[in-house]
């Protein structure tokens, strides 16, 4: 059973940052590549930024630049930092494995998430 708990959403300006965080338990979370992902209202799921177990990082085109995310592995927890956010970053944050294939993602386990709202 896969347990995953996001927190530190909120409403931010445009431009504002904010620090995200995920506690991850039920997997081996040190030899896992882990993610963040993001629904807006009416679209699907989308990827948006993947850390693996060496610590290598990918993002979405949307966030390069501007996201950062990170791992505490002795703390099997995961980060994403928001820096500079627009109002089309607007969305519910949900921390995962990587799934890489869209069955994987249907089937998987969801945490709550954490609403993020950018507004002026």
């Known amino acids: 059973q896969v347990q995953l708990m996001e927190s530190g959403g909120g409403l931010v300006q445009p431009g504002g940052s904010l620090r995200l965080s995920c506690a991850a338990s039920?997997?081996?979370?040190?030899?896992?590549?882990m993610a963040w992902y993001r629904q807006a209202p009416g679209k699907e799921r989308e990827w948006v930024a993947t850390?693996?177990?060496?610590?290598?990082?990918n993002y979405a085109d949307s966030v390069q630049g501007r996201f950062a995310i990170s791992r505490d592995n002795a703390k099997n927890m995961v980060y994403l930092q928001m820096d500079r956010l627009k109002p089309d970053d607007t969305a519910v944050y949900y921390c995962?494995?990587?799934?890489?294939?869209?069955?994987?993602?249907?089937?998987?386990?969801w945490g709550q998430g954490t609403q993020v709202t950018v507004s002026s």
């Open positions: 039920g997997i081996f979370f040190s030899t896992n590549s």
């Open positions: 850390i693996a177990s060496a610590g290598t990082t």
């Open positions: 995962n494995m990587y799934l890489s294939t869209a069955s994987r993602r249907r089937h998987a386990d």
